[in-house]
């Protein structure tokens, strides 16, 4: 096989399988109810002070329609906390409850468990070229994403 099939091979398993292991991870105890799509968006929110709703949307490269649905049953999950804003009353700002930034930080640990298991199998050359390279692959699609918006 030539490098470029092989380098395809590997990119589609890699993107799969990272995909269902973090759901697999993520829906443990009481995170049941939870989606990877959720687990972005409390991301996204994060656990500093309340966000406004186009922020996020924009963080997630999402419309405000969309998040809105998203943020509708992380509410009632419990997971997010939703109120209007004080100085303008047409914003709607959002944050993690208490049960959010659990979430958030049993998230955080599957990432974090994932880039040490791959880090400490590599020398520190190896590290380094390995981060140029997804630097790279990450361009070429935030490059992608914005010919496709366009």
Same mark, same amino acid.
Request: charged share 30%; hydrophobic share 40%.
């Given at each position: 096989m030539?490098?470029?099939? !092989?380098?395809? $091979? %590997?990119?589609? #398993?890699? =993107?799969?399988?990272?995909?269902?292991?973090?759901? /697999?991870?993520? /829906?443990?105890?009481?995170?049941?109810?939870m989606?990877?799509?959720?687990?972005?968006?409390?991301?996204?929110?994060?656990?500093?002070?309340?966000?406004?709703?186009?922020?996020?949307? /924009?963080?997630?490269?999402?419309? !405000?329609?969309?998040?809105?649905?998203?943020?509708?049953?992380?509410? #009632? *999950?419990?997971?997010?906390? &939703?109120?209007?804003?004080?100085?303008?009353?047409?914003?709607v %700002?959002?944050?993690?409850? $208490?049960?959010? #930034?659990?979430?958030?930080?049993?998230?955080?640990? =599957?990432?974090?468990?994932?880039?040490?298991?791959?880090?400490?199998?590599?020398?520190?050359?190896?590290?380094?070229?390995?981060?140029?390279?997804?630097?790279?692959?990450?361009?070429? =699609?935030? *490059?992608?994403?914005? &010919?496709?918006?366009?």
């Amino acid at each position: 096989m030539d490098i470029i099939s !092989t380098l395809n $091979e %590997l990119l589609v #398993k890699l =993107f799969r399988n990272i995909n269902v292991i973090e759901e /697999r991870a993520i /829906r443990t105890g009481e995170y049941r109810d939870m989606t990877a799509n959720d687990m972005h968006v409390i991301e996204a929110i994060g656990t500093e002070e309340a966000k406004n709703m186009t922020s996020v949307a /924009r963080s997630l490269d999402v419309t !405000t329609g969309t998040l809105t649905i998203a943020v509708n049953s992380l509410v #009632k *999950k419990g997971y997010v906390d &939703r109120v209007r804003s004080e100085e303008d009353r047409r914003v709607v %700002l959002i944050s993690l409850s $208490e049960k959010g #930034k659990r979430a958030y930080l049993h998230h955080r640990q =599957f990432h974090d468990q994932m880039i040490n298991v791959v880090v400490e199998e590599l020398s520190e050359e190896e590290q380094q070229v390995l981060e140029r390279a997804l630097k790279k692959l990450n361009q070429f =699609f935030m *490059k992608t994403a914005d &010919r496709t918006v366009s």
